[in-house]
């Protein structure tokens, strides 16, 4: 069965960091692109960012450019979403999210931008 | 960037048919064969429903079912459901320097 749990949101000052991690299980996690994508309180879905198989193509929306980076470990099975510079904007639940077009989803994990 | 172009809602009554579309352009839905839905209940992850147009995931009932005229893709569910009641997003492959683009989201109530 595949699995997807990410950790490591919570509560983060304006300009603060925050690290984002994806455990994934049931599948051979070493050939899937993978992706971050987010949903803001009461909004739609926005595609954050993703990562080739093999890390060789990433890509990342125009919102986030320059503050974040994905990034993964095939060994440990898990991916990752360095988040700096945050903004009470970036507020939202963030999924990780298997293959291009991303089929199965983790529950997410909510960050919340506030002084 | 823009987002594809979803109705803000959607209602229909059980049993009834209903038809969601997804507007692009011919950078995304009209250039590509690369268009899923993904179906979204309250406090839940979102459930992929269809890919590449009109596939099926495993699973998913024979209700649901996807196509695609220029640059504009459709979600119809047949028999609706109670169910059924959620917010469905379209997403399309792009030309564009980003490789995905979500729609806004449609909010399917079931009366």
């Known amino acids: 069965e595949v699995q997807l749990v990410e950790s490591g949101g919570g509560l983060v000052k304006p300009g603060g960091s925050l690290r984002l991690s994806c455990a994934a299980s049931?599948?051979?996690?070493?050939?899937?692109?993978m992706n971050w994508v987010r949903q803001a309180p009461g909004k739609g879905l926005e595609w954050v960012s993703s990562?080739?198989?093999?890390?060789?193509?990433?890509y990342y929306a125009d919102s986030v450019k320059g503050r974040f980076t994905i990034s993964r470990d095939n060994a440990k099975n898990s991916l990752y979403l360095q988040m700096n510079s945050l903004r009470a904007e970036d507020t939202a639940v963030y999924y990780c999210?298997?293959?291009?077009?991303?089929?199965?989803w983790g529950q997410g994990t909510l960050v919340t931008v506030s002084s | 960037q823009s987002a594809l172009t979803q109705p803000a809602s959607v209602s229909g009554s059980p049993g009834q048919s209903i038809t969601i579309s997804c507007t692009g352009t011919?950078?995304?839905?009209?250039?590509?064969?690369?268009v899923s839905w993904y179906q979204q209940h309250p406090g839940k992850a979102p459930k992929l429903m269809i890919y590449?147009?009109?596939n099926r995931p495993s699973g998913v009932s024979n209700r649901f079912s996807g196509s695609k005229s220029g640059n504009t893709a459709s979600l119809t569910i047949s028999g609706l459901q109670a169910e059924d009641e959620a917010d469905y997003y379209c997403?399309?492959?792009?030309?564009?320097?980003?490789?995905?683009?979500f729609g806004g989201g449609t909010k399917l109530t079931v009366l």
């Open positions: 999210a298997r293959g291009l077009p991303p089929d199965y």
């Open positions: 049931g599948f051979t996690f070493s050939s899937y692109s």
């Open positions: 990562i080739s198989s093999s890390s060789s193509y990433i």
């Open positions: 011919s950078s995304d839905v009209g250039g590509y064969n690369y």
């Open positions: 590449e147009v009109s």
């Open positions: 997403s399309s492959y792009t030309s564009s320097s980003t490789p995905l683009v």
